[in-house]
């Protein structure tokens, strides 16, 4: 048996049947399965854990909780691990931060002999000059950061998430929160109760407790869900309740942590009291405690926590103290009470505690100092409710004053009394929640049209009892200086000194020094600097004020809050074909394309030459319907709509109000009062909450549909000399040119599959048709196209291809070679800008534009030397330096076999024929002569209207 | 055992129209109920309904919403293929899908008969409560191209509750 091990105590949650080992820096230890970490290193007599994060000075355990400020480790490669809550598991290597070479032997200690270079906000005072010595100084002070390494390797963990919805979630599982979820649930409430220890019970589980056992056995009669080793971190508007959930053994699949987001229709805190820290000279030697650390370690791990102990107590958990220790097998060999004035001058020793200097000049010898000098109210969920802190001197701790109305308070928070006080308090509290919630319930009904909540009877409100807190002594300062902030090694004479230097508020003071801003933000350390700095300012206690807290009121990882991680991605029912088929994927927004096959560049010589076939769905498309859809298209687009026939297809350019250009596509009229309109795929969003913003707000009166039907089609675009030849096998269309002209569209059927819209336009600058296939039978028309295109040498092209093959033709990819200030004009869209129409988006602004010419202008560019393509986004200069225009689209041109290229450039250099200067990334430059038109390739546009 | 079952080849039509049609079509935004031919006519928008039909009788359900005498204008639209619709059904499954959804899914809020739309998982999705014989069993109607990622994350969420995934569609719903 360990050391320190403790023969079965009651209460004890250690498992005795099953031990086994673990590592603490590299040697093996002893553990019990129930044991933290640091209960299983204390049993074996261990006391250090870590060292101070400025002078290095060797800490212990001091709350023996998650708190605890000096107990934190790396343990299986996870940094800031909270030793004195985490249980230690079989074969677990834990081992301590920041210490070089060893815990034990740490050379940062040396600190302790600069200390008084290193006073609060000393990195405001040197490492400064000389300037240039930053680099070096950011390295130095890099290797005194605190807080473990964090891991390089990608963590696989999982980390989930859930949604609840509770009448009542009590937060705080200790005898009060029991009590009020045990009432809430009784009233017929749906309660969620949530603990942060690993059970319920709180200050209960410290020694037998009859009341504890039936206060578990009521809870789970209750049918409550009860969530342990999870934590509120935070309250939100309409009581959005966050909770971290840090494990739940057992649980299928495994989770690290779980985020649960809870909106309760009531709230109860019952967080308890935290015990406080005394400041003291050597008050962070290893071997001072709190008393419930003290008790914690007896009762629930069964470990000896020294051999010799001086106690200072002011209240019952000390006086409780003194009696489990010595049923331990401690020797106590003084008992200073506070309540008589009696109080400890200093504590002596330099590895862990040796003595203690008695305020009667005596000097006892120990090895264990255990206080019990106040409470700290953890008020932080109460503030965030909209409560504020107010102080009660008498009792020398703050409560929560003027909570709304669904959010309640019980048990130390509130106040103190024996333990059926403190009940019949958290009774009253839980059925006073379960009436609340329940008149929620039915407001929250009346908006709801299928809600079933019964309208809850007529009640009165619950007659909650009387809970104050009772009479206290103020212990905060001794008469030595001492640690105020265990995480961040401020002291009372720190917090003194800033006041001294001007920073005078407790704010200032705070951000100067920063205590309270450590990882146990201020639960164990803000009253105590509040202290601190009414003593050196001179203001006085209450008018010092508090800081605010605000969640998560403990730390929360980042997996925690990222949650699950889900790809979404949105496939074309011709997806799965594409993979099946070689397809390089290409990540569109949140689509997945395929962007070649193998090879792009005979791709695009397949379409050129012979017939290719591309997936299109993604392409936006909207089914419109109603009378006044040409009046929204001659409203949403720059040109004009009214005279468009059934049958008829027509490009529009969307611009907003400022004239940028928004969007653009083919809208085809396929009835009377029957329209189908194509965006861009990633525009396709944006250009449907355009047309409804429109619709909703602008124009209420017209009558129009906007249906999104993207996904409802699988569209196929057949392109090249030979798509004519290939269509025509699969389909009921007539498509030779006299009856079906360039921007035409028909319905009809394909590959067998009735109900397809077959447009002719091109963006390829060859023949070609669009076919829209019910996408559930997509993959049976690709298929039935490449097996009837074989001898016409078909093959499917990718996006590569079609950015290529558009290219060569000068077409425009609205985001590709327009940006967020291009307006139409800019765009070489002049002939599709239609000023005599009444009005239009972006009308003014357009018009305007026209007359002040000043504006870049979209041009075909062909580099001098084909054989060098320019970067996309290379930028043109004048004179060397002077940016005046950049190349928007550039590829090699397998028609051309030379270089081809989009660009913005300044008015005075968009003449044909000028040469413009290309910046090449590399440094270097080339020269590219501007085209008369922007289409390398077909200018005149024979080919696409053959 | 909750089970998952892609139910993607029913029939879907949209029929848009003025709210004032809810009483024509037996049922407001927010609520679905049955008609006299067995489809599941969903309340799906604010003039917007969602019928939900045995397989391959988009045509016929088309047929029928436009010949009811109606003076606005009204649109009827066969969108079978571009909605994915996967029911889940089980004991566990208001469960499973509180892993995703934010929406309470308690009998009290959204009982049998309830619909919605909400986020799930990241995705835009309509959610029907259609219970089978006594069961929860949601519907969850969602854009076709983003089906498969809705159905990844209900098998990412439904691992903890041993969930069953059905294949290949069934008929009806």
Redesign the interface.
Same mark, same amino acid.
């Given at each position: 048996m360990s050391s320190h091990r403790l023969s079965p105590q009651p209460g004890e949650v250690i498992d005795r049947g099953r031990s086994f080992t673990f590592r603490w820096n590299a040697s093996p230890f002893a553990a019990y399965d129930g044991d933290t970490i640091v209960s299983a290193l204390a049993a074996s007599g261990e006391r250090v854990f870590s060292r101070s994060l400025k002078y290095h000075r060797r800490r212990g355990l001091l709350t023996g909780d998650f708190n605890d400020p000096n107990c934190m480790v790396t343990a299986d490669g996870e940094p800031n691990v909270r030793a004195a809550h985490r249980l230690v598991r079989p074969g677990m290597s834990v081992s301590s931060q920041d210490t070089w070479p060893s815990l034990r032997f740490d050379v940062k200690a040396a600190n302790q002999l600069v200390g008084r270079f290193l006073g609060p906000g000393f990195y405001y005072k040197t490492f400064m000059r000389p300037q240039r010595l930053w680099p070096a100084y950011d390295g130095v002070l890099a290797r005194f950061a605190h807080g473990g390494h964090a891991p390089t390797a990608a963590d696989g963990d999982r980390y989930?998430?859930?949604? %609840?919805?509770p009448d009542v979630l009590v937060a705080g599982g200790g005898p009060a929160g029991m009590a009020a979820a045990i009432a809430a649930a009784d009233a017929g409430a749906?309660v969620l109760l949530v603990e942060e220890e690993h059970h319920l019970g709180g200050h209960l589980r410290w020694g037998e407790s009859s009341d504890l056992e039936s206060l578990r056995a009521a809870v789970d009669a209750a049918g409550i869900e009860v969530l342990t080793d999870a934590v509120v971190t935070g309250r939100y508007d309409g009581n959005w309740v966050s909770v971290l959930q840090r494990s739940a053994p057992g649980?299928?699949?495994h989770f690290r942590e779980r985020l649960v987001?809870a909106?309760a229709k009531h709230l109860i805190l019952a967080p308890g009291l935290l015990d406080r820290p005394y400041v003291v000279g050597g008050n962070d030697l290893p071997g001072v405690m709190l008393s419930t650390a003290v008790r914690r370690l007896v009762n629930l791990y069964a470990v000896r926590p020294g051999d010799r102990a001086v106690v200072l107590t002011a209240n019952a958990s000390g006086d409780a103290a003194v009696a489990d220790l010595t049923r331990a097998g401690v020797e106590v060999a003084r008992v200073l009470d506070a309540r008589q004035g009696e109080d400890i001058a200093r504590i002596r020793g330099r590895s862990g505690v040796r003595a203690v200097e008695c305020s009667d000049g005596s000097v006892v010898d120990c090895d264990l100092v255990v206080t019990a000098v106040g409470w700290t109210t953890p008020l932080t969920l109460a503030t965030v409710s909209g409560a504020r802190a107010e102080f009660r001197p008498e009792a020398a701790r703050f409560v929560p004053v003027g909570l709304p109305d669904d959010v309640s308070a019980t048990g130390g928070i509130v106040g103190d009394g024996s333990l059926d006080e403190l009940l019949d308090h958290a009774t009253a509290v839980g059925r006073e929640a379960a009436r609340r919630a329940a008149r929620s319930?039915v407001a929250?009904?009346a908006g709801?049209?299928?809600?079933? %909540?019964a309208a809850a009877p007529e009640s009165f409100a619950v007659d909650i009892p009387d809970l104050r807190p009772a009479e206290h002594p103020m212990l905060f300062l001794g008469r030595t200086d001492g640690i105020v902030d265990f995480s961040e090694d401020v002291s009372a004479k720190d917090l003194k000194s800033a006041v001294h230097e001007g920073y005078d508020s407790l704010e200032l003071a705070k951000r100067y020094t920063t205590a309270t801003m450590g990882p146990s933000q201020g639960k164990l350390e803000a009253v105590n600097s509040i202290a601190a700095v009414a003593a050196a300012s001179g203001a006085g206690f209450a008018a010092t004020g508090t800081t605010t807290g605000r969640p998560p009121y403990v730390p929360v990882s980042l997996g925690a809050l990222a949650g699950?991680s889900?790809?979404?991605? =949105?496939?074309?029912?011709l997806q799965a074909w594409h993979e099946a088929n070689g397809a390089t994927p290409l990540y569109a927004g949140s689509?997945i394309r395929p962007d070649h096959y193998g090879d792009a560049a005979a791709e695009v010589r397949a379409v050129r030459e012979n017939v290719g076939i591309i997936d299109v769905?993604?392409l936006g498309k909207f089914?419109l =319907?109603?009378?006044d859809v040409p009046d929204l298209l001659e409203l949403l687009y720059v040109n004009k709509w009214r005279k468009l026939a059934v049958g008829s297809v027509r490009y529009g350019v969307m611009c907003a109000e400022d004239g940028v250009v928004l969007d653009d596509g083919v809208t085809g009229r396929l009835g009377p009062e029957h329209y189908l309109m194509t965006t861009t795929s990633s525009g396709a969003d944006a250009a449907h909450d355009w047309m409804e913003r429109w619709l909703q707000t602008e124009r209420r009166d017209w009558? %129009?549909?906007v249906?999104? %039907?993207?996904?409802?089609?699988a569209s196929i675009n057949v392109a090249g000399p030979r798509s004519r030849d290939l269509l025509s096998r699969l389909t009921d269309v007539d498509l030779t040119p006299d009856a079906f002209g360039y921007m035409r569209v028909r319905t009809g059927t394909v590959g067998g599959i009735a109900?397809c819209v077959v447009w002719r336009i091109g963006f390829t600058g060859e023949l070609s048709f669009e076919v829209h296939v019910?996408?559930?039978?997509g993959v049976l028309v690709w298929e039935a196209l490449l097996a009837a295109g074989a001898d016409l040498g078909v093959r499917p092209f990718g996006i590569e291809a079609q950015r290529i093959l558009r290219l060569e033709k000068g077409h425009l990819i609205v985001g590709q070679d327009t940006d967020g200030l291009t307006q139409a004009y800019g765009a070489a869209l002049d002939w599709a800008v239609k000023l005599d129409k009444p009005d239009f988006v972006g009308k003014p602004e357009l018009l305007w534009q026209q007359i002040r010419d000043d504006h870049l202008r979209l041009v075909g560019l062909q580099p001098v030397d084909g054989a060098v393509v320019p970067p996309e986004a290379s930028q043109i200069v004048e004179d060397g330096t002077r940016i005046v225009g950049r190349i928007t689209s550039s590829r090699m041109s397998p028609t051309l076999d030379r270089a081809v290229c989009l660009g913005l450039v300044a008015p005075h250099l968009s003449t044909a024929g000028t040469t413009v200067t290309v910046r090449l990334p590399g440094g270097g430059s080339l020269q590219a002569r501007v085209l008369p038109q922007l289409a390398h390739v077909d200018p005149e546009g024979v080919r696409l209207r053959a | 055992m909750p089970s998952l079952v892609d139910s993607s080849s029913l029939a879907k039509v949209l029929v848009r129209a003025s709210p004032d049609l809810g009483d024509s079509m037996g049922v407001h935004f927010g609520l679905s109920t049955r008609d006299p031919s067995g489809a599941l006519v969903v309340g799906y928008g604010y003039g917007e309904w969602l019928v939900l039909a045995s397989p391959d009788s988009a045509g016929d359900v088309v047929h029928r919403f436009e010949g009811r005498p109606y003076d606005g204008l009204r649109s009827v639209i066969d969108v079978t293929h571009g909605y994915a619709v996967l029911r889940l059904t089980g004991t566990d499954a208001a469960e499973l899908l509180s892993r995703l959804c934010p929406i309470d899914l308690s009998d009290d809020v959204t009982p049998t008969g309830a619909v919605f739309r909400s986020v799930v998982g990241g995705l835009s999705v309509g959610v029907i409560r259609d219970d089978e014989a006594g069961e929860p069993s949601y519907l969850l109607v969602v854009d076709r191209s983003y089906g498969q990622s809705l159905s990844d994350m209900l098998g990412d969420a439904g691992g903890e509750f041993a969930l069953a995934y059905v294949r290949p569609p069934l008929p009806g719903m």
């Open positions: 989930d998430q859930r949604y %609840v919805h749906r649980a299928t699949p987001k909106r319930a929250l009904a709801n049209p299928h809600a079933r %909540v699950r889900h790809q979404l991605l =949105r496939r074309s029912p689509w769905t993604p089914d =319907r109603g009378p009558q %129009v549909h249906t999104p %039907v993207t996904a409802n089609y109900d019910p996408a559930g039978h | -």
